[in-house]
């Protein structure tokens, strides 16, 4: 069930989506070599709990962390750990929920540690430039479809694919809602958009195929070519005008 929320949800996810950018920020700057994956986990930890909220992402589904931070080849869902330190020229995403009075927000980025290539750059551009051709179709009237599609052809026309195995999803109450928003489809078809439904929009790019798998840890997704993947978040409102970012600074 889709839910449309009223514009006091609303500004209670804009608050939810402050910290979480906030604390997105922090993850950010702490990517650098020779720093581990938990040594950003707990910094989250600690910054969400400061705020008095709660890491959507702790305890779901028995997920062991606050944060999601993918490496490389890694799409989604990374474990932190204290083995896992990050090198010069990796590509590092964090995927972070804030829980705040009832409501969740989710953000992700893809930080450069060091020297990346150009190549590693030019699919952290894209997958940020696919987010936005995406939302601009976040409108009342435009469809899911036409969001999935200007996602895809954006990726296409860059040589990336576009993971189909995972999608963006609805927000509110729970961390995911209806509807899915796929980062693929058809223009002008699928639901229309309306006026205060609040949706997660996450295009996930591949630099080779867009094929995923599923590591033995039951969590970590990652490239089935094992070329590299960078992941754009925002939490967004749909308004009669342009999508409120709700996951912004
Ligand atoms: N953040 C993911 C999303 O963007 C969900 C992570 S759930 C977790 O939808 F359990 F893996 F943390
Ligand atoms: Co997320
Ligand atoms: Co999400």
Redesign the pocket.
């Known amino acids: 069930m889709i839910t449309i929320k009223t514009d006091h949800e609303i500004s209670k996810m804009r608050d939810a989506g402050k910290i979480a950018a906030e604390v997105l920020q922090l993850g950010g700057s702490l990517v650098k070599p020779g720093v581990s994956t938990k040594e950003i986990d707990d910094q989250i930890y600690k910054f969400i709990k400061k705020h008095n909220a709660v890491p959507?992402?702790?305890n779901?589904?028995g997920?062991p962390?606050s944060?999601?931070i993918s490496i490389n080849d890694e799409v989604?869902?990374g474990i932190p750990s204290g083995k896992r330190v990050i090198a010069d020229g990796d590509i590092v995403s964090i995927?972070?929920?804030v829980l705040l009075n009832g409501y969740h927000a989710?953000t992700?980025r893809t930080f450069g540690a060091g020297n990346i290539s150009e190549e590693a750059k030019k699919l952290i551009e894209v997958t940020k430039e696919c987010f936005w051709k995406g939302i601009a179709f976040a409108v009342p009237g435009k469809r899911l479809g036409d969001l999935g599609h200007a996602i895809e052809s954006h990726a296409h026309a860059n040589g990336f694919s576009v993971v189909e195995d995972?999608v963006?999803?609805g927000v509110g109450t729970h961390?995911?809602e209806d509807p899915d928003v796929p980062n693929y489809g058809r223009a002008g078809k699928g639901l229309r958009f309306e006026k205060n439904m609040t949706i997660?929009v996450?295009p996930m790019i591949n630099q080779g195929v867009p094929d995923v798998l599923q590591l033995k840890d039951g969590?970590t997704v990652v490239t089935k070519d094992g070329k590299l993947s960078a992941h754009y978040?925002n939490t967004i409102a749909v308004t009669d005008g342009e999508p409120l970012i709700l996951t912004s600074l």
Do not use: K, N
Request: hydrophobic share 45%; glycine share 8%; aromatic share 24%.
């Open positions: 959507s992402f702790l779901y589904y997920y962390a944060a999601c989604i869902h995927d972070v929920g989710d992700a995972f963006g999803h961390l995911h997660a996450e969590w978040e």
